[in-house]
Each structure stands twice: as C-alpha cells, then as structure tokens.
C-alpha cells in the first residue's frame, strides 16, 4: 500500500474497495479529499473535504459528533493544530494535564504522557486517542490536504474564468 511522505497509508478515490480491517490502529489514512486518523480506543476521526464534514466516532459505543467544515476551517486547523501538538507534546513537564482548543471548537489535551485526545469542546464524549507521532502525521495530512483542496479551487477557478472568456 502506498504511503504519504509522514508515512501515512494513501488511498486513490479510484482505488475501489480496500481491507481498512488490516490496517492496525493507530494509524493515519489519506485519500485526495480526505484524512482519516484510527485511534488507539477504537474511536476515527473523518475529515471529509470532499462532504464538508469533520466527525469523530466511537466505533464501539456507536458515539459520534460531527461538525460542518469549510475551506476556511480547514485552513485554521492547519494553522492553529501543530501548536496545539507541540504543546501538548512538552516533554518538560509529561505529567501535566494540559488541554487546548482550537478556534473552531477542537481541544487537543495530553491526557497522560504519550498519549493525546483529540475532540471537539462541545462534547467531550467522543475523543481519539493517539500518541503523539501519530497526531503529528495527522498534523502532516491535514496540511497536505490543505494544500490539495487550495490547488483543487484554483484549477477550479482558472477553468470558470477560461470559461467566461470563451464565452465573451
């Protein structure tokens, strides 16, 4: 299977059907207009550019908030989660709980040294938990994915101005 250069496992929308039951969690997965992160408790979070949507489900307890996302919110998260790992990934002080939100409604808290929970302020319900290498390659994807769905609005773009000109 290939992989992403943060080692996250890629998967083409062309694809078609794959084994998601052999991929061993926690891991990190990537499409075009998607990032997928599989907790170590059985909880993924979705972020799904493609449908508008972030969701953070508990697979087990069929637990699940989902939130509206938008180009926008998807350019802050990309801006505002690396600190919030990077905080949370201090080493000066592994014992301290520490717990930090994003402007849109995300917290990212160290619940015990090596281990980060990712969920949204507006119900602590449902959190993924990963180690902090895996929330850095999710940091990594949400970037790329950043990048991607930018390129992808301005192909967009060019293709209705070309448009507009041929039809003038």
Do not use: Y
């Not at 449902?126 to 609005?153: C, N």
Request: aromatic fraction near 4%.
């Amino acid at each position: 299977m290939p992989q992403t250069s943060s080692l996250a496992e890629w998967f083409h929308d062309d694809d078609g059907p794959t084994q998601l039951d052999d991929i061993e969690a926690p891991a990190v997965l990537a499409t075009p207009a998607t990032v997928v992160a599989h907790g170590l408790n059985t909880t993924v979070l979705v972020l799904h550019m493609a449908e508008g949507f972030l969701a953070i489900a508990g697979l087990a307890d069929e637990l699940a908030t989902e939130e509206r996302f938008t180009l926008d919110d998807l350019a802050a998260l990309a801006w505002q989660l690396p600190q919030l790992v990077m905080a949370c990934s201090d080493p000066d002080d592994p014992d301290e709980v520490l717990t930090f939100r994003t402007d849109e409604g995300i917290t990212v808290e160290r619940v015990e040294p090596g281990l980060l929970a990712l969920g949204f302020a507006n119900d602590g319900s449902v959190k993924i938990h990963m180690p902090p290498g895996i929330a850095w390659q999710l940091v990594a994807e949400i970037t790329s994915l950043l990048v991607r769905q930018l390129a992808q609005t301005a192909t967009i773009a060019d293709q209705l101005e070309a448009a507009l000109e041929q039809s003038s």
